[in-house]
């Protein structure tokens, strides 16, 4: 029975669903996980698409109602029903003055993950990007450690939904003082020997289900196991440029090949936690080496900002007239008769 995970087979990724899971598929999922299989969520719990926001100015974040709430919950972890907004954030262009010129401008809904390097997934991993990201809440599963490997700044927020995004929200400056929370989980990984769903609650059909694939039923799983939840599902996702022209994953399509692109690190992101589910040693003595990238505080930037433009512009420019003073009063000084 131990042996009924294939080789092959030792990793299930499953990315953006967008239909809701049937019991049966749940069960099966389920009794993968009990039978030692790793299984990596990338979910988009909301329905929010930029496709829809360049349509139509404009977008409703609602609920996929994916049914994955009371598997997850069982495991450890609940992919909140909100939105995570950020003042560190990427960038979009916007029309600002309605005559077709367009600047980039930040883009709350993009937050720019950090990591606490507490992890070999994580470390020196640099910065991860999101596109319309769920926060993430630990609860109860005993025996299960639960690790936070990506998070929000300290300058971040959540708002409810079903919520209307829409583009004219970068007309004006956001209130800072409304992303006052810090470090919002973004992404959680479950470790330890985990419970079935199905524990107590299965059915002749679901016995019947498993039998059909050659599946023993397991109330708990028989060997520790893990499991990684992200609640976005565009981390782990290739965007397409003109030409149908695939990029990196996390690179955004609109700042690339511009002074606004940034070389985020999901692909780092996605193979280290690959590495590490799939090989029990986890990640090797590779990670020995830290490079710590740093953003400006959005906050700081703007309370700031007119005196280092000052600071800049007028301090040359009275440096220069003092040593131009200073050099012809030396000048005249030594040739005045």
Same mark, same amino acid.
């Given at each position: 029975?131990?042996?009924?995970?294939?080789?092959?087979?030792?990793?299930?990724?499953?990315?953006?669903?967008?239909?809701?899971?049937?019991?049966?598929?749940?069960?099966?999922?389920?009794?993968?996980?009990?039978?030692?299989?790793?299984?990596?969520?990338?979910?988009?719990?909301?329905?929010?698409?930029?496709?829809?926001?360049?349509?139509?100015?404009?977008?409703?974040?609602?609920?996929?109602?994916?049914?994955?709430?009371?598997?997850?919950?069982?495991?450890?972890?609940?992919?909140?029903?909100?939105?995570?907004?950020?003042?560190?954030?990427?960038?979009?262009?916007?029309?600002?003055?309605?005559?077709?010129?367009?600047?980039?401008?930040?883009? +709350?809904?993009?937050?720019? &993950?950090? *990591?606490? /390097? $507490?992890?070999?997934?994580?470390?020196?991993?640099?910065?991860? @990007? !999101? =596109?319309?990201?769920?926060?993430?809440?630990?609860?109860?599963?005993?025996?299960? +450690?639960?690790?936070?490997? &990506?998070? *929000?700044? /300290? $300058?971040?927020?959540?708002?409810?939904?079903?919520?209307?995004? @829409? !583009? =004219?929200?970068?007309?004006?400056?956001?209130?800072?003082?409304?992303?006052?929370? +810090?470090?919002?989980?973004?992404?959680?990984?479950? /470790?330890?020997?985990?419970?079935?769903?199905?524990?107590?609650?299965?059915?002749?059909?679901?016995?019947?289900?498993?039998?059909?694939?050659?599946?023993?039923?397991?109330?708990?799983?028989?060997?520790?196991?893990?499991?990684?939840?992200?609640?976005?599902?565009?981390?782990?996702?290739?965007?397409?440029?003109?030409?149908?022209?695939?990029?990196?994953?996390?690179?955004?399509?609109?700042?690339?090949?511009?002074?606004?692109?940034?070389?985020?690190?999901?692909?780092?992101?996605?193979?280290?936690?690959?590495?590490?589910?799939?090989?029990?040693?986890?990640?090797?003595?590779?990670?020995?080496?830290?490079?710590?990238?740093?953003?400006?505080?959005?906050?700081?930037?703007?309370?700031?900002?007119?005196?280092?433009?000052?600071?800049?512009?007028?301090?040359?420019?009275?440096?220069?007239?003092?040593?131009?003073?200073?050099?012809?009063?030396?000048?005249?000084?030594?040739?005045?008769?």
């Amino acid at each position: 029975n131990q042996s009924f995970i294939n080789p092959l087979c030792e990793l299930l990724i499953i990315v953006k669903p967008t239909i809701p899971f049937t019991t049966e598929q749940k069960l099966k999922i389920d009794q993968y996980i009990m039978h030692g299989g790793k299984v990596m969520f990338f979910v988009d719990r909301l329905n929010a698409e930029m496709d829809s926001l360049q349509i139509k100015n404009e977008v409703i974040a609602y609920d996929r109602e994916l049914n994955l709430d009371d598997l997850l919950f069982r495991y450890g972890a609940r992919i909140n029903g909100n939105l995570l907004m950020d003042l560190q954030c990427d960038y979009l262009p916007f029309d600002v003055s309605g005559n077709g010129q367009f600047d980039f401008l930040p883009w +709350n809904y993009f937050p720019v &993950l950090e *990591s606490a /390097e $507490n992890h070999p997934i994580n470390k020196g991993l640099g910065f991860v @990007s !999101g =596109k319309f990201v769920n926060s993430i809440d630990t609860v109860e599963a005993e025996g299960i +450690n639960k690790t936070i490997l &990506l998070y *929000s700044s /300290e $300058n971040s927020r959540t708002i409810s939904t079903p919520a209307l995004i @829409s !583009g =004219k929200e970068n007309v004006a400056a956001p209130v800072d003082d409304q992303f006052n929370l +810090n470090h919002l989980p973004a992404a959680v990984l479950l /470790e330890g020997k985990f419970r079935s769903l199905f524990a107590n609650r299965l059915t002749n059909a679901m016995k019947d289900s498993l039998d059909e694939v050659k599946m023993p039923f397991y109330t708990q799983a028989y060997q520790p196991s893990k499991i990684l939840v992200v609640a976005d599902g565009d981390v782990v996702l290739n965007p397409i440029i003109k030409g149908n022209q695939p990029i990196g994953m996390g690179l955004n399509p609109f700042t690339f090949g511009t002074e606004r692109e940034f070389p985020f690190a999901n692909r780092d992101f996605v193979l280290n936690a690959i590495e590490y589910m799939v090989y029990n040693n986890g990640l090797a003595a590779a990670k020995s080496k830290e490079v710590k990238v740093y953003l400006m505080d959005p906050k700081k930037v703007r309370a700031e900002k007119t005196f280092w433009v000052l600071t800049n512009i007028i301090l040359p420019i009275v440096f220069i007239a003092l040593f131009a003073l200073l050099f012809q009063w030396m000048r005249k000084r030594k040739y005045q008769k």
